[in-house]
């Protein structure tokens, strides 16, 4: 007897779609058909499509910054992640220097994690590490993670990795399984840039952190991954530009790019004047141009990027709008984990410009194959359960009240979207059901074995990404 079936649903797995039961026992699927089995619990998903449970590759819940800590902690940022569709998230560690911070950060993050609802990992994250680069390799794996993220940038704040570190351990990446992760801009342009004017206001941030920065730096990391066949992962593109120059120079198959939501919905026009407007929209790196943003559109439309991230990281108004007149003392972000998919449905799918089952790649497949959740992104039996069930004809109106994180705004107030997530399944349990939250429901920390990007076929059902 099964636990649970999931009936007359459209199913997207990424790469087909049909109609079909999805049944599980255990928390894992054990059975995909149009057959009638018995169950436990049946769920109507007559009218809805059913996505494998989306993957955020890029969230930061509880984040330390000194005086403020980012407005979702892991509980309150799983809600919003499973009222989106999302059953699995990779946050970061801490930065790490010398080899003695790493099982503290470890155990630091992990603690603060288990009060996640939906399941979990981490990127390990380096400054500029006393480690032989082979060894911080080998730590990271003996953690169950298999990445790496670095700063290309952040020397003011010591948080930069040479370049000499990035390329050595690029090249150990690809034989021992892990992906090294960049925020990529150039160090030197963003110093020369904070020294040229003497108080930094939020209308600055996009003199302060230029198109030109992240072009350089962008094309650079390419160009390392080209030379190293290392498996190379550049977060957060928000630049069109910056992609236009590195499909010039030809981007190698073993470099893979993130976007996000808010470079392919908002603009540099939000940074006009010095409201409070301003201070609400300040990330890094910050909303582009408009001839950016169309870039970066079309290249979505092309299918450029083989993931979306949302850099979910928001604070409250408050906090933003205290540092109005002080940018230096901005705490950096904001929220869209509850949001991606309708918002990215919205403006590509349902506009025709790509296919449902692309997007579904990019927020969960391709996340899958890319950080070794092998257990993830998969409709098959023998995978987990992780099912996000959506209501494509639902037209809602964004708006702070109807979402879930703990901040009290946010950046997409008053877009109005189609299509919507009705329920959210995670290892065979209800996160969220019919709209409502299930309270008792528990996240787990998901080991990651060494991943090796050659090998995606033979484990992916489907024949790669
Ligand atoms: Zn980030």
Known sequence: ????????????????????????????????????????????????????????????????????????DFESGSRGAAFGGVTTFVDFLDPITEDSEIDENFSRRSELASSSHVDYSFHMTIAHPNIAPEKLIRRTLALGLNSIKCFTTYSLSDRMTGDGYIFELLKSSKDLGVVITFHAENDPIVIHRNSVIEKHLPKDLPFLHPYESEAEAVSRIGTFARLTNGQAYIVHNSSGRSIQLLKEYGIPPNLRLETCPQYMTLDDSKYEGNSDEVAIHTLVPPLRSEFDLQLMRKYFTDGIFSTVGTDHCPFTKKEKIENMNDYDSMPNGIGGIETSFSILYTFFVNKGLIPLNSLVRMQSVNVANIFGLTHKGRVVPGADADIAIFDPT????????????????????????????????VRGDFVVKNGKFIDKSKGKFIERKPVFWNDIKKYNDYGGE
């Open 394 to 425: 639902k037209e809602w109106e964004v708006s702070i009240d109807s979402l879930h994180t703990n901040s009290d705004y946010t950046p997409y107030e008053g877009m109005k979207l189609k299509g919507k997530f009705v329920s959210t399944v």
């Open 1 to 72: 007897m099964n636990d649970l079936a999931i009936v007359n649903g459209k199913i997207f797995d990424g790469f087909n779609s049909y109609k079909a039961n999805i049944y599980v026992k255990d928390g894992k699927i054990s059975a995909v058909s149009s057959r009638v089995l018995d169950a436990a619990e049946i769920y109507d998903a007559d009218g809805f499509y059913i996505f494998p449970g989306l993957i955020d590759p890029h969230v930061h819940f509880a984040l330390n910054l000194g005086k403020y800590r980012s407005a979702d």
